[in-house]
């Protein structure tokens, strides 16, 4: 099951799973470049920068989901692009709460929530990044 296989405002558990582990895997990923980029000094530490990345971005898709699907059902309004804001804004200020930084959360909750914003319009009119042009 994907992400957009099931209608907005339904499943809120399933679209949280999904989110969680793909925003897990991100951090992952990300934490083993930064590894790589800037070595610690002990494996401990390594440890400690992997997992503490792992869990935020987790979190922060946790969040992102679970405030958009009860967003979508809360205003009863399933396919509006608000409820990705909402759901990205939430996300933002998690990361600023956890980096103990007003500016942080603020320009997150304002970058995530316009992403999820135009991620959520492109997917309902058909934007493609990649691939061959329509003719």
């Known amino acids: 099951m994907g992400y957009w296989d099931e209608p907005e405002g339904t499943d809120c558990v399933g679209k949280t799973w999904i989110t969680t582990k793909l925003a897990a895997a991100l951090g ?8 790589m980029a800037f070595q610690p000094d002990t494996a401990l530490e390594a440890l400690q920068r992997a997992t503490s990345t792992t869990v935020t971005l987790a979190s922060m898709g946790a969040i992102f989901s679970m405030a ?3 967003t979508a059902q809360a205003r009863e309004a399933p396919d509006d692009p608000l409820n990705y804001f909402i759901g990205g804004c939430a996300s933002g200020i998690f990361l600023g709460a956890k980096t103990h930084s007003a500016i942080t959360g603020t320009s997150a909750c304002l970058g995530l929530g ?22």
Request: proline share 6%; net charge positive; glycine share 12%.
């Open 68 to 70: 958009t699907c009860l």
């Open 114 to 135: 316009t992403l999820a914003f135009f991620t959520k319009v492109g997917k309902m009119e058909g934007w493609r990044i990649a691939g061959p042009p329509k003719l």
């Open 28 to 35: 992952l990923a990300g934490s083993a470049y930064h590894i």
